[in-house]
């Protein structure tokens, strides 16, 4: 190194103090990781980026473009400009047409690689030190990669697939089309980085190119099958944490891509795992994991991932009870079970459940913990309560209570008691579901006599032909309901009659005869 250079650095640096030295030798040793990779080390080297960086960091902008013609001080600066985000902004403007210069009048490998490097890791923010100038450094990273090449110094690496494919690592859309082209590839996209030599230099083009490889394989992926393998990549915390742009993070992109699906049609577990593993569960908007992500996802996508949780969470529920009452040789119940699923199935399908809670007792929680994975499900206590599971529907107007065994459905107009849906709360007794949360309800809106409804809370047993009294109160209270949604085919032809019959007596009796 000359003299004047050394010189220009000694009159233009105040001493560093002492708690910044270890904060500079860190910079250093990161700008040697990247010369490595381009075949350049040692310690004289680290010290040109030290006397570099400090240059930039003072404003000598001047000394340090008189140097470059040294390519020593030329992969420094490229060096600094890669690792230090503030001192790139403020000094490329002005120092990279001469860099460009000398790049093109002397091509070196190891000066191009840092190059590369230096774009990927910034590429579209370098237009944030000066509009253009993401594409005027990948047009001087193409003409040196491509110059090299003409000498016969042929790289298999980084430069050589700059040269062969500039519309894939150099272009403004580059990272959307290489992810595009390495999916209809069948390829995927760290494999494509490790043969080109690319993997650790990517930067933000790595980010920007796995971010729309992710969101094409979401958008063309059917969410209701599994065995999608970029679901699991997708649910690392590095990937959802990774910046997208305007405050926010990939996971956020991650989440809009994966609700965007036909509401009508369920997930699979897997993708509906990735939703959970990203964001936490929809439906619960006190937790700070709902204001972290679901807040800034359209509300419209998170109200159709809350339905998707429901229906798992419904799904679950006939699961227990139909273990159970196999297990277990309980005949009766199975042959009440096809009547409820339908039922409560029928008000899903309808688009009328928005939540759905699960209370389980310790027996059957213990027989389907592989099946609770992220499902937030209460715990039933009490004489008798390990073999029962409970659900809760929260629907559009009115909301359902049904569980196992002899617990009778209860059906209540408006919304659940706040007991039943505190977020606090964690364990109920049978007797808080069939006694106190009835006498709530019934202490405000009132409830049955007789048979004859009086206020707003009726409850059958199932061993009844409960269906049409349902559906008669639900209608009762505004609810528009198609029986033929929540009844199985021969139940509503059952139900059809009945109403004909009905309709036919009414009609007799107003004539008189």
């Not at 004047?4 to 040697?32: C, G, H, I, T, Y």
């Not at 969101?215 to 999608?228: C, N, P, W």
């Amino acid at each position: 190194m000359s003299t004047d250079f050394q010189r220009a650095v000694r009159f233009q640096v105040s001493p560093w103090p002492a708690d910044n030295a270890p904060r500079w030798r860190e910079l250093a040793e990161k700008a040697e990781t990247v010369a490595r990779k381009a075949g350049t080390s040692g310690s004289r080297f680290r010290d040109v980026v030290v006397h570099v960086r400090t240059l930039l960091a003072n404003g000598a902008y001047g000394a340090v473009a008189e140097r470059l013609g040294d390519r020593q001080v030329m992969r420094a600066l490229l060096t600094v400009w890669a690792d230090d985000d503030a001192l790139a902004w403020a000094s490329m403007p002005q120092l990279f047409p001469e860099a460009r210069i000398r790049l093109l009048e002397h091509p070196s490998r190891i000066s191009a690689t840092i190059l590369a490097a230096l774009f990927w890791r910034h590429f579209d923010h370098l237009d944030a030190a000066q509009p253009g100038l993401t594409a005027a450094v990948g047009r001087t990273l193409h003409e040196v990669a491509a110059g090299l090449q003409r000498e016969g110094i042929d790289d298999g690496g980084p430069l050589g697939a700059i040269v062969r494919e500039p519309q894939f690592w150099i272009a403004q859309n580059g990272p959307a089309a290489l992810a595009q082209h390495l999916i209809a590839a069948g390829r995927t996209l760290d494999d494509h980085l490790d043969r080109n030599g690319i993997s650790g230099l990517e930067g933000r083009f790595g980010i920007l190119a796995r971010h729309e490889y992710y969101l094409v394989q979401i958008r063309q992926a059917d969410h209701t099958a599994g065995g999608h393998v970029f679901l699991a990549d997708i649910s690392r915390e590095e990937v959802k944490a990774a910046e997208a742009g305007n405050g926010l993070s990939f996971g956020h992109a991650l989440l809009q891509a994966l609700c965007d699906k036909p509401a009508n049609q369920d997930p699979s577990p897997q993708w509906r795992e990735a939703l959970l593993a990203i964001g936490g569960d929809p439906r619960y908007r006190e937790r700070e994991g709902w204001r972290r992500w679901w807040a800034h996802v359209p509300p419209h996508l998170t109200e159709r991932a809350a339905r998707w949780m429901a229906g798992a969470d419904l799904n679950i529920y006939f699961g227990a009870l139909d273990t159970y009452a196999r297990d277990h040789g309980k005949d009766e119940m199975r042959r009440m079970l096809p009547a409820r699923t339908t039922f409560l199935r029928g008000l899903y399908h309808s688009n009328l459940v928005r939540d759905v809670r699960l209370i389980l007792g310790d027996g059957v929680r213990a027989g389907m913990r592989s099946q609770l994975t992220g499902i937030d499900a209460r715990r039933l206590t009490g004489q008798g309560s390990s073999e029962t599971a409970v659900v809760l529907l929260v629907c559009d107007g009115f909301t359902v209570v049904e569980g196992s065994h002899n617990f009778q459905i209860y059906l209540y107009a408006g919304d659940p008691v706040p007991m039943l849906v505190d977020p606090r709360r964690r364990t109920y007794s049978l007797d808080d579901l069939k006694k106190q949360v009835p006498a709530l309800y019934e202490r405000e809106h009132g409830g049955q006599q007789n048979g004859q409804f009086i206020g707003q809370h009726v409850s059958f047993r199932h061993r009844s032909i409960w269906q049409p009294q349902a559906i008669e109160f639900l209608r009762g209270i505004g609810v528009a309901i198609d029986a033929r949604t929540v009844l199985s085919s021969t139940d509503y032809e059952k139900h059809r009659l009945r109403e004909l019959r009905a309709s036919n007596a009414t009609r007799y009796s107003r004539r008189g005869w």
